[in-house]
C-alpha cells in the first residue's frame, strides 16, 4: 500500500456535490477544508449559489442540471473518485441531476447531509425536494447525517430517533447517523443506525454559541475517510471528533454563527 511519502503516491478523491456559500463558513468551502484535511484530493461540483451571510440564507439560485451533469461526468471520466459527498441541492431538477450521474457508480461510497434548512430555520427545500431526495438519493446512500429537525421532517410519521432513523433505512439509506446537535440536551448525543438498530452511540460536551457548517464539516471529513478506506462506523466516529474539535477553535468572523476552523491541525506540533 502507498503512503503519502512515496513518490508516485496520489491521494483519494473526493466528489463534493454542494452549494456554493460566499462566506466560506459552509458549503464548497467547508467541504474542500475538511476533505484536505483528512489527507484527500477534493473535487467540487457546485450545485446552487447562494446568497446569505454568518447569520441567515437570503437566496438560493440552482446552477443548470446539464451543467452539473457534464461537470461530474468530466472528473468521473479523468480521476478515480473514492467516495461521493451529498451537501445542499436546491431543486428536484438538481436532485435529478445527481442521481442521473451516481446511478452510475453504486460501488463509490455516497455520504450524503440532507440540508433542508439553514442554521437559522429558513427553509431551503420543500416537499417535492425532500420526496425526490428520499426516491432518488436515498437508495445510494451509504451514510446519511440528519440532524433531528431534518430527520423529522423527512420521517413525519416517525414519533422517535429510532423510528425516525427506521424509516430512513427504509427508503434505501444504508447507515444513519443522527446527529443531537438541535436537542435541547447537556450533551450532544449523535446515535448511529443500520440494519434498523442502534450500532453505536456518541456524546459529546456541547460547546456554547452557534456554529455556521458544521454539519457540512461532518459529512464531508465521514465521506473522506471512507475514501481512504475506514469503515462506517470508525468513519462515523473520527468524523465526529474532527468536527468537534473544528467547533471547539471556531471563530466569530462576521456578526452572526461562529465558523468551525478546520484547519486547526495545522498548528499542532508534531
Not at 443522527?178 to 453505536?200: A, C, F, Q
Request: aromatic share 6%; net charge negative; with cysteine.
Amino acid at each position: 500500500m502507498k503512503t503519502p511519502s512515496d513518490p508516485d503516491y496520489s491521494p483519494p478523491v473526493v466528489m463534493a456535490f454542494s452549494g456554493h456559500d460566499a462566506t466560506g463558513g459552509a458549503g464548497i468551502g467547508a467541504d474542500i477544508e475538511s476533505i484536505i484535511s483528512q489527507g484527500c484530493h477534493a473535487s467540487t461540483v457546485v450545485t446552487c449559489l447562494t446568497i446569505q451571510d454568518s447569520i441567515d440564507v437570503a437566496g438560493v439560485a440552482p446552477v443548470e442540471p446539464e451543467v452539473i451533469i457534464e461537470s461530474a461526468r468530466a472528473v468521473l471520466e479523468d480521476m478515480p473518485v473514492a467516495a461521493f459527498k451529498i451537501g445542499l441541492l436546491g431543486s428536484v431538477e438538481t436532485v435529478e441531476a445527481v442521481h442521473s450521474v451516481l446511478y452510475d457508480y453504486p460501488q463509490v461510497p455516497l455520504v450524503m447531509d440532507p440540508v433542508l434548512a439553514s442554521g437559522r430555520g429558513t427553509p431551503l427545500g420543500d416537499e417535492e425536494l425532500t420526496e425526490a431526495m428520499k426516491t432518488l438519493l436515498f437508495p445510494l446512500v451509504d451514510v446519511l447525517t440528519p440532524n433531528l429537525r431534518e430527520a423529522a421532517q423527512l420521517a413525519p410519521e416517525a414519533d422517535s430517533p429510532a423510528a425516525m432513523a427506521s424509516s430512513l433505512i427504509d427508503r434505501g439509506c444504508n447507515h444513519v447517523l443522527l446527529t443531537g446537535t438541535h436537542d435541547d440536551s447537556h450533551k450532544v448525543v449523535n446515535r448511529l443506525y443500520h440494519n434498523h438498530r442502534e450500532i453505536d452511540r456518541f456524546e459529546w460536551d456541547r460547546l456554547s454559541g452557534e456554529f455556521h457548517g458544521s454539519g457540512c464539516t461532518l459529512a464531508a471529513t465521514l465521506a473522506a475517510l471512507l475514501a481512504i478506506g475506514l469503515d462506517p462506523l470508525s468513519a462515523s466516529r473520527e468524523a465526529q471528533q474532527f468536527t468537534w474539535h473544528s467547533l471547539l477553535h471556531a471563530h466569530r468572523i462576521g456578526m452572526g454563527q461562529s465558523f468551525p476552523y478546520r484547519l486547526f491541525w495545522s498548528g499542532e506540533e508534531e
